[in-house]
């Protein structure tokens, strides 16, 4: 019941402190990368401070094996048993999936970039939609999904983002303030230039609770006091 699950999350968005983790299964029998995509925008407005994606894995007993035929789900004969591709779903498409899924958690779950996400989401109408296109560019630029530093990773949304028509001087800025937010570090050569004054910082204060979740906590404080890039 969608209804519910979207009650529930945004009573623990709105009413609690909790920090919310959410996981969103993709290659369902009948889902192609279009009503994924819908419900990754729908999920994504809701507000969780992490959408873990993942892909569908066949578990022996489990009733999705009733779909088999009819959808033509296709598996993979090694544990942990992952979609290959379905009726509607390529397997080009699975594989893009699987990058987003991996480029997702070190852009947006890892909570760095708080400022600079949601400039990302919206260059290409939906969220789905821009970060998918920017999944597939930084796959054609590293070549990899694991092991990308957070540095390299801070120059490439800035290669991105500035050639897709975002203003240079308050991305730098936007970036800078993420890529520092956890601590203090020099401003990287590739940013410097378009710095045009010292730029305050909101570092993340100690606490008790994972790093990660500490990130998400002081965007979400500091998200309404620096204009977004556009």
Do not use: C
């Amino acid at each position: 019941n969608y209804r519910k699950l979207e009650e529930n999350l945004r009573f623990l968005r709105q009413e609690t402190g909790v920090h919310v983790h959410a996981d969103l299964i993709a290659g369902l029998p009948g889902e192609d990368l279009e009503s994924f995509g819908r419900g990754f925008d729908r999920l994504l407005e809701l507000g969780p401070q992490e959408i873990q994606v993942g892909l569908l894995k066949r578990l022996r007993g489990t009733p999705i094996a009733v779909h088999d035929r009819e959808w033509t789900m296709a598996y993979s004969p090694a544990a942990p048993y992952e979609v290959l591709k379905t009726r509607v779903l390529s397997f080009r498409d699975v594989q893009r999936l699987r990058r987003f899924s991996r480029y997702w958690d070190l852009v947006g779950n890892r909570g760095f970039f708080q400022e600079t996400l949601p400039v990302l989401l919206r260059v290409d109408g939906s969220p789905f939609r821009s970060f998918m296109r920017f999944s597939d560019w930084l796959f054609e630029n590293e070549q990899a999904t694991h092991r990308i530093a957070l540095l390299r990773l801070t120059e490439l949304l800035f290669r991105y983002l500035a050639a897709r028509g975002q203003d240079a001087q308050a991305l730098a800025g936007a970036l800078f303030r993420d890529y520092s937010r956890d601590k203090k570090r020099a401003v990287p050569p590739f940013l410097a230039e378009h710095l045009a004054r010292p730029i305050p910082l909101e570092t993340v204060p100690q606490a008790s609770i994972p790093a990660r979740q500490a990130r998400h906590l002081a965007g979400s404080r500091t998200e309404n006091r620096h204009p977004s890039p556009g």
